[in-house]
């Protein structure tokens, strides 16, 4: 962990490996900056948009897509059919970082069953997720030759490919519209591209390249979509695996949320141990990326582990961390393959959560989390003690209200409080994940559904 801290620190000295991270459907984005301050300096355009304060704002938007997402539910109650997670909380993250982005919604919520051919199109492409990572040149001629392919003749050939670049093209018709309309205009919330398109250059702001801001645009869906739908789809597949977990999650939910059809805030739910433990869990779990992280040795030399790397002279010398390793690691988890959200009800939960890294960390950790605090921000016992100790309290809990984890609170308590979920020919062996850069289940978290009394 000490490791881990030192390369993935603020103002660490590693940059990224740009070929790793080099995509040409993503390409323009901040991650394929490799210099950590430029990287900085775009990234930090996006911060606000992920505060506390803002995804309060949000919240709204949030919670409409969480009740077309729990209708769509509802009715398959009432039909008797089968229900597809993978691509419904898919089409959940993506309509609401869709319109965070443009103010215009993506419509994925409103495709029969979830069955949105864009999203079913990306759950394809992700298994190409390695490709690009691990054989650069072949993948880089491979997207050469399809660019010049009629439009029809790539999707018939390679459709997932093809669906990605028309989500490309849609990406910059969405930030050419944002660029040409009146400033003065009225929204009820903000765009997480105002602050591109509106600089300030005294704070060192400025307006990226149009096809900086698609590469951007399109990092913001991948992101935003996937790995929240991923942590969901491995949270519920150990709740509903577990009659235990189950009953005590929804004991807790009824208790609180005694009108089930209540739409509650996400700052209530932070209170509830029991779901914040299931939601850590789930993280745990669910990884973010659990592959490899290469980043670059500077040019001094580093010391890791008490072993001296030296910088590399022809080529870079590249080291690899990984997430999983960490989350898996038996010393802080007992009994790391087994889901169980009694441990984060324990004393242990400091240690625990300094291991916990699903949303990286550093100058280069993701944006759905604005800052890493102290472990006994979920402590209830601790908040009194804190506050009467003179510490700053805004600083000490600040986090929760960040998109990943509003999403998270709001869809697991609404969710497990309203409906009764039922697997429906998924196992084990359809949950076990590979690793294309983002974790991709073998099958498909399927249920049936159910209205509670």
């Known amino acids: 962990m000490e490791a881990y801290n030192e390369v993935f620190k603020i103002g660490t000295k590693y940059d990224k490996d740009v070929m790793f991270y080099c995509n040409p459907f993503f390409d323009g984005y901040h ?190 869906l991948a992101a935003g979509m996937d790995t929240t739908a991923n942590t969901l789809v491995q949270g519920t597949w150990y709740v509903l695996s577990n009659d235990r977990i189950r009953q005590k999650l929804c004991a807790e939910l009824e208790e609180n949320i005694p009108d089930k059809i209540a739409m509650v805030d996400s700052a209530k739910l932070d209170t509830l141990p029991y779901l914040r433990a299931v939601i850590k869990e789930s993280l745990r779990l669910s990884y973010g990326a659990p592959g490899r992280l290469p980043r670059v040795v500077p040019a001094t030399g580093a010391t890791l582990c008490g072993q001296f790397i030296p910088p590399g ?75 009467e100790s003179g510490m700053d309290s805004e600083l000490t809990f600040v986090m929760l209200l960040s998109l990943a984890y509003a999403e998270l609170y709001l869809t697991f308590a609404h969710l497990f409080r309203r409906l009764d979920l039922s697997l429906h020919e998924t196992t084990a062996a359809d949950m076990e994940w590979g690793d294309f850069f983002l974790p991709v289940t073998r099958g498909h978290l399927k249920v049936t559904v159910a209205l509670k009394a």
Request: net charge positive; proline share 8%.
């Open 31 to 220: 991650l394929n900056i490799p210099g950590t301050k430029e990287a900085k300096r775009r990234k930090d355009m996006f911060q606000p948009y992920f505060s506390k304060a803002a995804i309060g704002r949000l919240e709204p938007l949030l919670k409409a897509a969480l009740v077309k997402f729990l209708k769509t539910m509802e009715a398959a109650a009432k039909n008797d059919k089968v229900l597809d997670l993978n691509l419904g909380y898919r089409c959940l993250t993506a309509d609401v970082i869709m319109d965070y982005c443009y103010q215009a919604p993506f419509r994925g919520l409103d495709a029969p069953d979830f069955r949105f051919p864009f999203i079913e199109a990306m759950d394809e492409y992700s298994e190409a997720g390695q490709w690009d990572k691990y054989f650069v040149k072949a993948f880089g001629l491979l997207m050469k030759i399809i660019t010049v392919l009629p439009p029809n003749l790539a999707k018939t050939l390679f459709p997932p490919i093809a669906s990605v670049q028309w989500m490309r093209a849609e990406c910059r018709k969405s930030i050419l519209a944002l660029k040409a309309r009146p400033r003065n205009l009225e929204a009820p919330y903000p765009t997480i591209f105002d602050t591109m398109l509106n600089p300030n250059p005294e704070k060192g702001q400025y307006t990226p390249s149009d096809h900086d801001l698609v590469g951007e645009a399109m990092l913001m």
């Open 313 to 387: 002279i022809l080529r870079q010398t590249i080291i690899n961390q990984a997430h999983y390793v960490l989350h898996a690691d038996e010393s802080v988890f007992k009994d790391a393959n087994i889901f169980s959200p009694e441990r984060w009800l324990g004393d242990n939960y400091a240690e625990m959560d300094k291991n916990m890294v699903s949303f990286s960390r550093g100058s280069r950790g993701c944006l759905g989390i604005k800052t890493q605090c102290p472990p006994f921000y979920a402590r209830p016992d601790l908040r009194t003690s804190i506050a």
